[in-house]
């Protein structure tokens, strides 16, 4: 079992930057990928950013490709979502998700562990 906290949501002004964090409390991410998700309100949760632990292998939404970056820090054993330039489309509760299957996979269906969500909103 794998416990994910997150935060750092807020509400912020289009255009500002935000950093969200993943953290697994009493365990490490050895072997395992973690994603960003969101969902915002009526629409279906979707994916964000995906990072390898070992490796750091990183992988983006088209949506966010050159605004977000995700990150690891292995003393924290926490990931990093870095938001920047946001804008009132990238608004929802943002999820932290891992796994340890051995293919990475961008469907949320597919993931094991889950965070509790955390609430962005980016005002025009």
């Known amino acids: 079992q794998v416990q994910l906290v997150e935060s750092g949501g807020g509400l912020v002004q289009a255009g500002d930057s935000l950093r969200l964090s993943c953290a697994a409390p009493?365990?490490?991410?050895?072997?395992?990928?973690i994603t960003w998700f969101r969902q915002a309100p009526g629409k279906e949760r979707e994916f964000v950013a995906l990072?390898?632990?070992?490796?750091?292998?990183?992988y983006y939404a088209d949506s966010v490709k050159g605004r977000f970056t995700i990150s690891r820090d292995h003393a924290a054993n926490t990931v990093y979502l870095q938001m920047n330039s946001l804008k009132p489309e990238d608004t929802a509760v943002y999820y932290c998700?891992?796994?340890?299957?051995?293919?990475?996979?961008?469907?949320?269906?597919?993931?094991?562990?889950w965070g509790q969500g955390t609430q962005v909103t980016v005002s025009s």
């Open positions: 998700a891992a796994d340890g299957a051995q293919l990475v996979t961008y469907k949320w269906r597919d993931y094991d562990y």
């Open positions: 009493g365990r490490t991410f050895n072997n395992y990928y």
């Open positions: 990072i390898t632990w070992n490796v750091g292998s990183t």
